[in-house]
């Protein structure tokens, strides 16, 4: 079982729009998914998070109607869709893969999640 790559980030103005994506082996994939973002100096946050079957959804309230998360399991990959975004949106974005959908939402130590992507920067100017 093999980690779970991303692609995506990079630069782009405020109010503008970046789309992030996270391929996984097929085992990696059939879980729970969610992408967290840390910035320097605070611990990792919970942004978004997708079942399994890619019906339910869950959003930080700093995202929510910004961001939509999104999976493809043809693929074997997730999505974050980022839309208007601010300069506080900057981050380290991480996705995650985890069994149980709701540890993904609510844990205190998103570090105990088993399965990360490597990361990816994205940067939102004024």
């Known amino acids: 079982q093999v980690q779970p790559v991303q692609s995506g980030g990079g630069l782009v103005q405020a109010g503008g729009s970046l789309r992030l994506s996270c391929a996984a082996s097929?085992?990696?994939?059939?879980?729970?998914m969610g992408w967290f973002r840390q910035t320097p100096g605070k611990e990792r946050e919970f942004v978004a998070a997708?079942?399994?079957?890619?019906?339910?959804?869950y959003y930080a309230d700093s995202v929510k109607g910004r961001f939509t998360i999104s999976r493809d399991n043809a693929k074997n990959t997730v999505y974050l869709q980022m839309n208007s975004l601010k300069p506080e949106d900057t981050a380290v974005y991480y996705c995650?893969?985890?069994?149980?959908?709701?540890?993904?939402?609510?844990?205190?130590?998103?570090?105990?999640?088993?399965?990360w992507g490597q990361g990816t920067q994205v940067t939102v100017s004024s």
């Open positions: 997708i079942s399994r079957s890619g019906i339910t959804t």
């Open positions: 097929g085992r990696t994939f059939n879980n729970a």
């Open positions: 995650a893969a985890h069994p149980d959908l709701a540890k993904i939402v609510t844990t205190n130590d998103p570090a105990t999640l088993e399965y």
